[in-house]
């Protein structure tokens, strides 16, 4: 089992280009979401999803769009990239439907972005 | 709103000593589940432990135990005789119950734990 893959590991933007980070699942979770760690901040959450074609965000959406056209990809797009947005990035998956808090999230192991 | 404190932001031990990791929350909902999570150097995510709020009993799992007391919103995280191996950040984490939650995770700012040979 690949549990959750994202890519690319590494990358660097110049202030205002665009790129997306792809995010894939393979255990057939219904709920993925998109998390940005700060040094000494933990991780604030950007947007998630409660399955296909169902998005809403989090705490710090602004610069960031997402989609989920099926339940196994969830990609994060930056649209003008700027230098606030240099982060960690980590997707994570979870079963749904569950008592909702319950279960654990699945992590990706994370997408290192900087932008100059 | 949720809320997730972590005091400790670093904390530097020798190995074998026993090192204790604070958490301290808050929420409105009366159903909720706390979490630990540790990143290594590496930075993966990893999953440690959860526990939901009616359930107060302390866990043991090797050298790891969790504290865990609802009166005075704390859920913290001891491992004894550390190693150079548990040198890592560590994450504590809530997530409400209730249905529009969604599995949404608050966290803390981490601990990061750095063990001396």
């Known amino acids: 089992n690949a549990g959750v893959t994202q890519t690319p590991k590494f990358r660097i933007l110049k202030i205002g280009q665009s790129m997306t980070l792809q995010c894939a699942q393979d255990?057939?979770?219904?709920?993925m979401y998109w998390y940005r760690q700060d040094p000494g901040m933990g991780l604030k959450l950007i947007y998630y999803?409660?399955?296909?074609?169902?998005?809403d965000k989090g705490e710090v959406p602004n610069g960031y769009n997402v989609s989920r056209s099926t339940t196994e990809d969830f990609p994060l797009r930056l649209e003008l990239a700027a230098p606030s947005q240099t982060s960690v990035y980590f997707c994570?998956?979870?079963?749904?439907?569950?008592?909702?808090?319950?279960?654990?999230?699945?992590f990706g192991n994370g997408t290192r972005l900087t932008v100059t | 709103a949720q809320k997730v404190t972590q005091a400790q932001t670093e904390i530097s031990v020798v190995e074998k000593e026993d090192v204790t990791l604070d958490c301290v929350y808050e929420t409105r909902d009366t159903t909720y589940y706390l979490f630990w999570y540790k990143q290594p150097p590496s930075g993966e995510l990893v999953f440690l432990i959860r526990r939901n709020s009616f359930d107060e009993q302390n866990e043991i799992s090797g050298r790891y135990s969790w504290n865990f007391q609802k009166s005075t919103s704390s859920f913290n995280f001891t491992i004894t005789a550390s190693q150079v191996v548990d040198s890592a950040v560590y994450f504590c984490a809530l997530s409400d119950a209730g249905g529009t939650s969604y599995g949404k995770l608050t966290f803390g700012q981490g601990t990061i734990l750095t063990v001396h040979p």
């Open positions: 255990m057939n979770h219904n709920y």
């Open positions: 994570a998956s979870k079963v749904g439907g569950d008592g909702e808090g319950n279960s654990p999230l699945h």
């Open positions: 999803s409660v399955g296909a074609g169902i998005t």
